[in-house]
């Protein structure tokens, strides 16, 4: 399993293009470099899988689904929605994500990608810079988190 560690800005280019990392392209498998994009629940940044960890955990939750039941059946269509599948190329590591999708993060110009273990986060720069809480308040989810 690919573990992604650390924060690398980039620019998005004149095409809506971002250049990947070289540091998560390098520990992703050379034989399937294909990544998941999404919209991240409950905060405005980017969600990026690799297929495999795509397809792992949406098993998971499918398996915990039972598509007879209409709000299952809702809630996993609005899961699926807006989706994009890309993979970097072959020389630069270029991705190129559906500007709807950077448009609902408020990314225009620059974006911090941050490893976040099993998944790699896309933010607005300026979002990922003011969404940082304190140290205090970090350390109150720790112990909340410890019981």
């Known amino acids: 399993m690919v573990k992604f560690i650390g924060e690398y800005s ?6 809506g293009r971002l250049v990947l990392p070289s540091a998560f392209k390098g520990i992703m498998p050379a034989d399937d470099m294909r990544l998941v994009i999404k919209k991240d629940i409950y905060e405005d940044c980017l969600e990026v899988y690799t297929y495999e960890e795509w ?5 998971e939750l499918k398996g915990r689904l039972n598509f007879l039941k209409k709000e299952h059946a809702m809630f996993w269509r609005e899961y699926m929605r807006n989706r994009s599948l890309v993979e970097p190329d072959g020389k630069v590591g270029r991705i190129n994500i559906p ?3 950077l448009e609902s993060i408020g990314a225009d110009k620059e974006v911090v990608f ?3 273990d099993h998944k790699i986060e896309i933010w607005a720069k300026e979002r990922y ?3 940082e809480i304190s140290n205090e308040d970090f350390v109150a989810l720790a112990g909340m988190l410890s019981d």
């Not at 980039?10 to 095409?15: E, F, G, L, N, P």
């Not at 397809?55 to 098993?59: A, Y």
């Open 10 to 15: 980039a620019k998005i280019d004149d095409k």
């Open 55 to 59: 397809v792992r955990q949406s098993e």
């Open 99 to 101: 500007k709807k999708l």
């Open 114 to 116: 941050s490893g976040n």
């Open 129 to 131: 810079e003011s969404n």
